[in-house]
Nanobody
Framework: QVQMVESGGGLVQAGGSLRLSCAAS????????VGWFRQALGKEREFVAGISWDGGATNYPDSVKGRFTVSKNNAKNTVYLQMNSLKPEDTAVYYC???????????????????WGQGTQVTVSS
């Protein structure tokens, strides 16, 4: 199974940027769609970005579209989430997750992920 470690979280002022990384270990992301989720205190976890395992498709909810960009570097076995124009409401713990999608290389699921990282805190001050 794939194991993942997130990094890159921190404290940033509103309007600023952060780039989160999700590094795979144990095996590569080949055959896995990768998603980013976040969970704010007292709220349910929500999907914020995803990329197909072939890297050709991405998906974002309206709340982050145009501000967040997901990408992957196969050589580094890492998926990134570039977050720009951050808002205080983006404050949350961010998780990356992987879902086996070997037979659907262009599929970007928004739920049903099997493997999860430990999360990284993002705090946006006003």
């Amino acid at each position: 199974q794939v194991q993942m470690v997130e990094s890159g979280g921190g404290l940033v002022q509103a309007g600023g940027s952060l780039r989160l990384s999700c590094a795979a270990s144990g095996r590569t992301f080949r055959g896995y769609a990768v998603g980013w989720f976040r969970q704010a205190l007292g709220k349910e976890r929500e999907f914020v970005a995803g990329i197909s395992w072939d890297g050709g498709a991405t998906n974002y909810p309206d709340s982050v579209k145009g501000r967040f960009t997901v990408s992957k570097n196969n050589a580094k076995n890492t998926v990134y989430l570039q977050m720009n124009s951050l808002k205080p409401e983006d404050t949350a713990v961010y998780y990356c997750a992987a879902k086996n999608a070997y037979y659907s290389p262009s599929y970007v699921p928004t739920m049903g992920y099997n493997y999860w990282g430990q999360g990284t805190q993002v705090t946006v001050s006003s």
